[in-house]
T-cell receptor, first 113, second 117 residues
Framework: DQQVKQNSPSLSVQEGRISILNCDYT??????FLWYKKYPAEGPTFLIS?????DKNEDGRFTVFLNKSAKHLSLHIVPSQPGDSAVYFC????????????FGEGTQLTVNP | SAVISQKPSRDICQRGTSLTIQCQVD?????MFWYRQQPGQSLTLIAT?????????ESGFVIDKFPISRPNLTFSTLTVSNMSPEDSSIYLC??????????????FGQGTRLTVV
């Protein structure tokens, strides 16, 4: 039972344009959502998060949107840069479960110069 | 953020043998987690390692196959026992920073890439 799904295994965009990465979840008990970025041979690094009480959180070029009714979240990167090329994982958790996170399969983002 | 060091970073092992992966954190943390990422798949939680108590294993993972030690608040080990090619994965240590902005924010080591032949 895949509770967090990223349906696009890969995404390719041009430098300077917007990258939109999508994530769907099925467990309505999740109340925190996070995005992690992973470069080859490195562990995932925390990027941005959002609580279920919000529908948007912005940090520089990165914005996460949450649509609770649709059980959908997305990560927007504007403008995209070649250094953003990495695998992006969506993750979900419950505050009462500490840092036990459920991850999506990841989306490989490639930003072309 | 916590600095997490994992050893070894990669290894190639014979089936039937065991490998112990070490995770060292630069600060004391209450909760440590071990994840596995099989090729082309998402990160899957193996177990939660708490200092002073038995590790808590997720469904599908058992202590005999993945024994875990947590001798203090900065260190943990995960052993992959009696390995088979299906155990070929990236194994990741993770901690919850005690000053995490959100309660579920986690930090990861660089991972151990294990290949079983």
């Amino acid at each position: 039972d895949q509770q967090v799904k990223q349906n696009s295994p890969s995404l390719s965009v041009q430098e300077g344009r917007i990258s939109i990465l999508n994530c769907d979840y099925t467990n309505s008990m999740f109340d925190y959502f996070l995005w992690y970025k992973k470069y080859p041979a490195e562990g995932p690094t925390f990027l941005i998060s959002i609580s279920s009480i919000k529908d948007k959180n912005e940090d520089g070029r990165f914005t996460v949107f949450l649509n609770k009714s649709a059980k959908h979240l997305s990560l927007h990167i504007v403008p995209s840069q070649p250094g953003d090329s990495a695998v992006y994982f969506c993750a979900a958790g419950r505050e009462t479960s500490g840092s036990r996170l459920t991850f999506g399969e990841g989306t490989q983002l490639t930003v072309n110069p | 953020s916590a600095v997490i060091s994992q050893k070894p970073s990669r290894d190639i092992c014979q089936r039937g043998t065991s490998l112990t992966i070490q995770c060292q954190v630069d600060s004391q943390v209450t909760m440590m987690f071990w994840y596995r990422q099989q090729p082309g798949q998402s990160l899957t939680l193996i177990a939660t390692a708490n200092q002073g108590s038995e590790a808590t294993y997720e469904s599908g993972f058992v202590i005999d196959k993945f024994p875990i030690s947590r001798p203090n608040l900065t260190f943990s080990t995960l052993t992959v026992s009696n390995m088979s090619p299906e155990d070929s994965s990236i194994y990741l240590c993770s901690v919850r920073g005690d000053r995490a902005i959100m309660n579920t924010e986690a930090f990861f080591g660089q991972g151990t890439r294990l290949t079983v032949v």
